[in-house]
């Protein structure tokens, strides 16, 4: 049969707009989240983490919140510039160290 | 900052030949080596997990005669796919650990059996 394929979920932002990515994590017990951005062609690259005994942490531009509750993630992006378009993706580590990714959301940054 | 270097970028093969991709980490010892695969428009799924001088542990359902991985020393660890086939066309990842909390990825290899 003909198979489906998937489709990465888009937000599309203006430019100097803030931007909010969120995510769903499936293990409890993970404590230990990354988000990564990735752009064409390229491999994961680092923005931000955060222990699972904080629920907020703050970078440059960027903000990570953690409710562990509903174990729900989010990427706060000010001010989103051109060069922040590009897919983002949560990762969780598992107790081997593993690191399991979201399913990503595409940011699409409009001039 | 840590660096993985990742070979060959792209590759182009022959359905039934093997590729060998190559992960070094360039500035740092990396025990343990993480690859993914990632196919369009998809997220990173993990393939295995290879620890210096021991077999490397594979997912389930991925096939470990297919996809041999060495990590023979603390800087290099290398993924053959054997007998590729147009199916097994991705984007290939590397990530090297630095100690509990770190981990820096290779820029990938993007592979088409044709």
């Known amino acids: 049969g003909e198979s489906v394929g998937l489709h990465l979920p888009t937000l599309s932002v203006q430019e100097g707009d803030n931007s909010i990515i969120n995510c769903a994590y499936s293990?409890?017990?993970?404590?230990?989240f990354i988000w990564y951005k990735q752009e064409s062609g390229k491999g994961p690259q680092f923005i931000i983490d955060i222990r699972s005994n904080m629920d907020k942490r703050q970078g440059q531009r960027v903000t990570v919140l953690l409710n562990k509750t509903v174990k729900h993630l989010s990427l706060q992006i000010a001010a989103t510039q051109p060069g922040d378009s590009a897919v983002y993706f949560c990762?969780?580590?598992?107790?081997?160290?593993?690191?399991?990714f979201g399913s990503g959301t595409r940011l699409l940054v409009r001039p | 900052g840590a660096v993985v270097s990742q070979h060959p970028s792209r590759v182009i093969c022959k359905s039934g030949t093997s590729v060998k991709i190559e992960c070094r980490s360039l500035d740092f010892q990396a025990t343990t080596m993480f690859w993914y695969r990632q196919f369009p428009k998809q997220s990173l799924m993990l393939m295995a997990t290879?620890?210096?001088?021991?077999?490397?542990?594979?997912e389930q359902g991925v096939e470990k005669d297919k996809f041999l991985i060495n990590h023979a020393s603390l800087t290099l660890s290398t993924l053959t796919v054997t007998s590729a086939h147009p199916e097994d066309s991705s984007f290939y990842i590397c990530s090297g650990m630095r100690g509990r909390d770190g981990y820096t990825f290779g820029s990938g290899t993007r592979l088409t059996v044709v």
């Open positions: 293990n409890s017990a993970s404590d230990y």
């Open positions: 990762a969780e580590m598992d107790s081997s160290y593993k690191l399991i």
């Open positions: 290879s620890n210096e001088g021991s077999k490397a542990t594979y």
